[in-house]
């Protein structure tokens, strides 16, 4: 038992014809493929390129490191720039430095032997003193590797 009449009436059928979309997709497709390679795709920009010397640049005045370093047996003492302070002043000197610096960038190193509660620590102070971006600084990152 079907359900499709045996006779092939001229009638009217109302299937979709795809054939003219089908037609009307490959030109469309066809122009895009030769558009797309002629549109300019930006600016040229030059990339930065390393130093021809391969030795440690030497921080400079904008660049602030505070190290965090290990004593044994005792608390870790803590350096801006290779001056001294004490724990509870490194958050009222970090304050003071970042208080009117348009770049907020700061640079941690941690002693190898050191637990990393402390540098933890001095990040939270970073954040606490606003600022945007705190860097680790390793030792293959002080290698140059």
């Given at each position: 038992?079907?359900?499709?009449t045996g006779?092939g009436?001229?009638?009217?059928s109302?299937?979709?014809?795809v054939t003219p ?6 030109v ?9 390679p ?5 600016l ?7 130093p ?25 003492q ?7 302070y ?10 003071e ?18 637990n990393?509660?402390?540098?933890a ?11 945007d971006?705190i860097?680790l ?9």
């Open positions: 038992m079907s359900m499709t006779g009436g001229g009638g009217y109302s299937d979709i014809n979309m089908i037609d009307i997709l490959l469309l497709l066809i122009i895009f493929m030769v558009i797309v002629v549109v300019p795709k930006g040229d920009a030059m990339v930065p390129q390393p021809k010397d391969k030795k440690q640049q030497e921080p400079t005045d904008r660049t602030i490191v505070v190290q965090v370093l290990h004593v044994p047996g005792g608390a870790p803590y350096k801006i720039n290779e001056t001294p004490a724990k509870q002043d490194l958050l009222p000197k970090l304050t430095i970042y208080a009117n610096r348009a770049e907020r960038i700061m640079f941690v190193k941690g002693d190898d032997d050191l990393f509660a402390y540098v620590e001095v990040i939270d102070m970073g954040r606490a003193a606003n600022v971006h860097g600084m390793t030792p293959k990152i002080l290698a140059g590797q």
